[in-house]
C-alpha cells in the first residue's frame, strides 16, 4: 500500500501547535538539538521517531483512522494528531507504558489480522487499568523501528537513576510552565507553575525566590535559574534537620557519622561499614566528598529517595520464602471473573482481563464456561448482558502469559455449564494447547498424600474444576471406563441462588439436577476437585488433600465467626477460594484480610476494580518477587490452634507496637482540576489484621499546600499479630462540606517495613506509581512487655 504524501503535507501542516516546533529561543534550540544528536547517536530507530509517522489507530474492526505519531524532543513524551486542520492533538509519556506487543496481540488486532499483517502491528500496553493503543504501521520496517524504538526508551527509563528522574521531573515542569515555549519564564508563568504544582504561597515570598533565582537580571528564568529556583522551592528542612543531627560538623556525614546513623536510627544489620561505602558510592554525586569517603546533603537525600530509603524492605523484594512447602500453606494472588473488564451485568468480557492478570503476577484466574455456537465453547458472566469470548482464545491466552510474570503455577478455576460434546471439546483445546504445561497425572506418577509444592510445580498449569472419582482411582485398576460421569452442582450454583433468594429481581431459579461430566475434561483435573462443603466435622473426617471447597464471601465469613480455629485447620491441610458476593454487580471488592485471617488461600477478586481490596491485595503480594504465592504464617500452617478472634492464647503469641511519625509529603498530585484549588492533605494510616488489631488514626490536615506539608504528627499502634497485619497509608484532600478526595495510597504488610526514617512512594488509585509523590515518615517497631 503507497504511502499517502498529501495526507503527510497536511499532518505536517497541522503541527503548528506541536509544541517541539514552535518557536523558541536560540539557545534552548541548541540545547535541544545538542541533547537529542548525544541520546539517538547510532540509533535510526529513535532518529525515525523524531521526524514522525503517519499510522492507524485501531479501536475495532470499522474504526481504523490515521493518526500522524511524533517522539518529542524530550525523549519521553509521544504526541498524535488526526490529519484534520485545527484537531486536538494528544500526547502520552513513556513513563505510562508497561510494555509494547508485537504482531496480532490483543483482540482487536486479531479481528483486522485477514485486513493487515502481523509485522505492521503492534499494541502499546499502558500501565494501570488505562486501554490498550493498537496500531498498524504503513510497513513492517516502520513498525519494527517503532517497537525497537519504544522498547529502548522504557529500558532507558527503568535504567535512570535518582538524580536522572530528578532532572527529568525538572524538565517536566519547565516546560508546562513556559506557556509560550520561548525557553524562559517570567513571573506570570512562575506563579501558574505554583498552582500547577500545589503550592499556595503569598506572592511577595514567590518573587523573593523568583529574584533570587534570576541571577541573570532579566526578568525571567532560563535553564539553570529554573533549575535553582526549583532547588530553593524543594528544599527539604525535614530532611536536612536528620543530616545535621548525626553530621559531626553539620557540613557533610563522614563514613563513621553514616554507620551511626544505619546502626542506629535505621537499625540496619548484616556488615555496616561495608553498606556505608557502598551508599556513598551509589548516591554521592561529588567526586571530592567519594574520595574523603563522605556523604553530603545532596548524596543524603538521594539515598532517602531511593529503594534503599524506601519503607519497603529491599530484602523481601526478592524471593526469600522456602517455596517447597505443600500449595494449602500459601496464600495465592487470585481474580474473580477474570474475564470482564467492567461490571457483571454489561461489562466487556475480554482475554485481556488475563492477560493483566497473569502480568501482575496473579496465579489463579476463573473461566465461567457454557456452550457455544459451531460447536465452540464460550466465555461470559452467564445470564447476563456481558459480551462473549471463546474458550480457546482465553486457554491461549493463558497459555502465552502464564509464567512471564512468575514461573509458579497458575489454577485455572473452571466454572463448567458446557454439555458433554462441548467440554470434550474444552479438553480438546487445554490438551493441544496447553501442552506439556497442562498438568496431567501426579508429579511422580503415584498416588500421593499430600498437596505438592510451588517449587515442585513450576512451569505447570492446574485445573480446578469438577472430577469424576477421587485421585486415588486413577491409580486404580477397576477405575471407571465410561466416557461421561455424573455430578450434582457445584455450589457456586447454590450459592448463588441462596444469597439472592430475597432479591426476586434477580433471582435466577437454578434447577437441581445431576449435571453430566466427560471423562476427557475430568482427566484433566489432579491436585484440585471443585467439591461441595458440608461443615468442619465432616471436612475433618472425610476431606481428601486435594478437594478444594469454594464459599461466596458471605459463607466465609458466617463459618469464620462461628469457627475461625477450624477454618484455620481446614485450610492447613486443603484448599479453599473465596469469592464475592453475587450482589456485587459492580464488581466492587470486599475486604480480603478477613479471609487470609483464617488462612484461606484462593481469595479471589476483581483485578479490574480498583481500591482497597486491591490495594491490600497488591501489598501483600509485593513481597516474595511478586510471584502470587506469599507463604503462610508458622501458626496457620502446623497443627496448633489459632483462632483470630483470640490471638493472644496462641503458642508464641507477641504484640508490638507501631509507632508512625508523619514528618511531610512531597509534591502531591492535585485531584481537583477547578483552576486555582490546591490540596488541604491528611494522611490516614489503617491496620488490616485480625480483628483486635483492626484500626485507623489520622494526621492533621495541612491548609493549601499539597506540595510541601509538614505535619511531625505521631500514630501509634499495638498490633497483637503482626504476622498478618497489613499497614495501608492513605493520602485523602480534606475536604469539611463532602467526602474527601483520594490522593494517593500505598499499603504493605507489617514485617516488609523497613524502620527508620523512610519514603513512602505514593501510588495513583490504580495501583501505578506517581513520581515524585511521597510521604517521609520515621518509624519503630517495639515489642510490648
Known amino acids: 500500500m503507497q504511502r499517502d504524501g498529501s495526507l503527510i503535507c497536511s499532518a505536517r501542516a497541522g503541527l503548528r501547535d506541536d509544541p517541539a516546533t514552535d518557536g523558541r529561543s536560540v539557545r534552548q534550540q541548541q540545547m535541544d538539538s545538542t541533547g537529542s544528536v548525544l541520546r539517538i547517536q547510532g540509533d535510526d530507530n529513535l532518529q525515525s521517531m523524531l521526524v514522525g509517522t503517519i499510522m492507524r489507530k485501531i479501536k475495532s474492526r470499522t474504526w481504523k483512522k490515521q493518526r500522524y505519531f511524533k517522539l518529542q524532543d524530550d525523549f519521553m513524551t509521544i504526541w498524535y494528531k488526526s490529519k484534520k486542520a485545527g484537531n486536538k492533538h494528544s500526547t502520552f509519556s513513556v513513563s505510562d507504558l508497561e510494555a509494547i506487543r508485537e504482531g496480532h496481540q490483543s483482540e482487536v488486532l486479531l479481528s483486522i489480522a485477514d485486513e493487515f499483517p502481523a509485522d505492521r502491528c503492534f499494541t502499546l500496553v499502558f500501565r494501570g487499568r488505562r486501554g490498550n493503543l493498537d496500531l498498524v504501521a504503513e510497513s513492517s520496517e516502520e513498525a ?78 532560563e535553564d539553570d535559574e529554573f533549575v535553582l529556583f526549583y532547588k530553593m522551592l524543594t528544599q527539604r528542612d525535614d530532611v536536612l534537620r536528620v543530616f545535621q543531627e548525626f553530621s559531626f560538623d553539620g557540613q557533610k556525614l563522614s563514613k563513621r557519622d553514616l554507620e551511626d546513623f544505619l546502626r542506629d536510627e535505621q537499625l540496619e544489620g548484616g556488615d555496616i561499614q561495608l553498606h556505608a561505602k557502598q551508599l556513598i558510592e551509589r548516591y554521592e554525586p561529588s567526586d571530592t566528598a567519594k574520595l574523603l569517603n563522605a556523604m553530603t546533603f545532596d548524596g543524603f537525600l538521594m539515598y532517602l529517595g531511593s529503594v534503599e530509603g524506601s519503607i519497603f524492605n529491599p530484602q523481601w523484594l526478592g524471593i526469600f520464602q522456602d517455596m517447597s512447602q505443600p500449595l494449602c500453606h500459601y496464600f495465592i494472588s487470585s481474580s474473580h471473573n477474570t474475564y470482564l473488564m467492567e461490571d ?47 474458550f480457546k482464545d482465553v486457554v491461549t491466552a493463558v497459555g502465552n502469559y502464564a509464567f512471564k510474570a512468575s514461573e509458579y503455577p497458575v489454577i485455572l478455576s473452571i466454572e463448567n455449564h458446557c454439555g458433554v460434546e462441548q467440554q470434550r471439546v474444552m479438553a480438546q483445546h487445554l490438551n493441544h494447547i496447553f501442552g506439556d504445561k497442562l498438568l496431567k497425572s501426579t508429579l511422580d506418577g503415584k498416588a500421593p498424600s499430600r498437596l505438592p509444592s510451588p517449587e515442585d510445580l513450576k512451569g505447570k498449569i492446574l485445573l480446578k474444576a469438577k472430577k469424576i472419582g477421587g485421585l486415588e482411582e486413577s491409580f486404580n485398576e477397576m477405575a471407571e471406563d465410561s466416557q461421561t460421569g455424573e455430578l450434582s452442582d457445584e455450589d457456586e450454583v447454590a450459592d448463588i441462588e441462596e444469597e439472592n433468594q430475597h432479591r426476586e429481581s434477580v433471582r435466577r431459579r437454578v434447577k437441581k439436577s445431576k449435571q453430566r461430566l466427560s471423562k476427557e475434561l475430568s482427566d484433566c483435573v489432579v491436585y484440585c476437585k471443585s467439591v461441595r462443603f458440608s461443615n468442619f466435622k465432616h471436612s475433618r473426617i472425610h476431606s481428601k488433600f486435594y478437594e478444594v471447597a469454594s464459599f461466596t464471601e458471605s459463607k466465609a465469613r458466617k463459618h469464620l465467626r462461628e469457627a475461625g480455629a477450624d477454618f484455620v485447620h481446614h485450610n492447613s491441610q486443603q484448599l479453599t477460594r473465596v469469592y464475592p458476593s453475587g450482589f456485587r ?47 503462610k504464617p508458622r501458626f496457620m500452617r502446623e497443627a496448633e490452634k489459632f483462632d483470630p478472634e483470640t490471638p493472644h492464647e496462641r503458642e508464641g503469641y507477641q504484640p508490638v507496637v507501631l509507632t508512625i511519625q508523619v514528618i511531610s509529603g512531597q509534591q502531591l498530585p492535585k485531584v481537583n482540576i477547578k483552576e486555582g484549588s490546591i490540596v488541604d492533605p491528611l494522611v490516614r494510616v ?70 527508620g526514617y523512610r519514603h513512602i512512594h505514593l501510588l495513583s488509585r490504580d495501583g501505578t506509581s506517581i513520581p515524585p509523590s511521597s510521604l517521609f515518615v520515621h518509624i519503630r517497631i517495639t515489642e510490648l512487655e
Open 344 to 390: 457483571q451485568l454489561r461489562g466487556q468480557s475480554s482475554v485481556e482481563g488475563y492477560i493483566r492478570a497473569l502480568s501482575r503476577g496473579c496465579r489463579c484466574v476463573e473461566v465461567d464456561c457454557w456452550d457455544g455456537a459451531n460447536g465452540e465453547p464460550i466465555v461470559y458472566h452467564g445470564h447476563t448482558f456481558t459480551s462473549k469470548i471463546l
Open 144 to 221: 519494527q523501528s517503532w517497537v525497537r524504538g519504544m522498547r529502548k526508551l522504557i529500558e532507558n527509563l527503568e535504567n535512570m537513576g535518582e538524580r536522572e528522574k530528578l532532572d527529568q521531573w525538572i524538565g517536566d515542569w519547565f516546560k508546562k510552565a513556559d506557556k509560550n515555549n520561548d525557553g524562559r519564564m517570567n513571573f506570570k508563568e512562575v506563579q501558574d507553575l505554583l498552582k500547577m504544582m500545589n503550592v499556595d504561597m503569598n506572592e511577595q515570598h514567590a518573587h523573593r525566590l523568583f529574584t533570587t533565582a534570576d541571577k541573570s537580571q532579566t526578568g525571567t528564568l
Open 686 to 755: 489503617e491496620i488490616h489484621g485480625v480483628p483486635m488489631d483492626q484500626a485507623k488514626q489520622e494526621t492533621r490536615y495541612i491548609d493549601n499546600n499539597g506540595f510541601n506539608p509538614v505535619w511531625y504528627d505521631t500514630l501509634c499502634f499495638t498490633i497483637h499479630t503482626p504476622e498478618l497485619a497489613m499497614v495501608r497509608f492513605v493520602v485523602e484532600d480534606y475536604d469539611k462540606t463532602s467526602r474527601n478526595d483520594f490522593v494517593g495510597q500505598y499499603t504493605l504488610p507489617l514485617i516488609c517495613m523497613h524502620q
Open 585 to 631: 454487580t459492580d464488581s466492587s471488592n470486599f475486604n480480603p484480610q478477613e479471609m487470609w485471617n483464617v488462612g484461606c488461600q484462593i481469595v479471589a477478586l476483581n483485578f479490574q476494580t480498583a481500591g482497597e481490596g486491591m490495594d491490600l491485595n497488591d501489598g501483600l503480594f509485593r513481597q516474595n518477587n511478586s510471584c502470587g504465592y506469599v507463604l
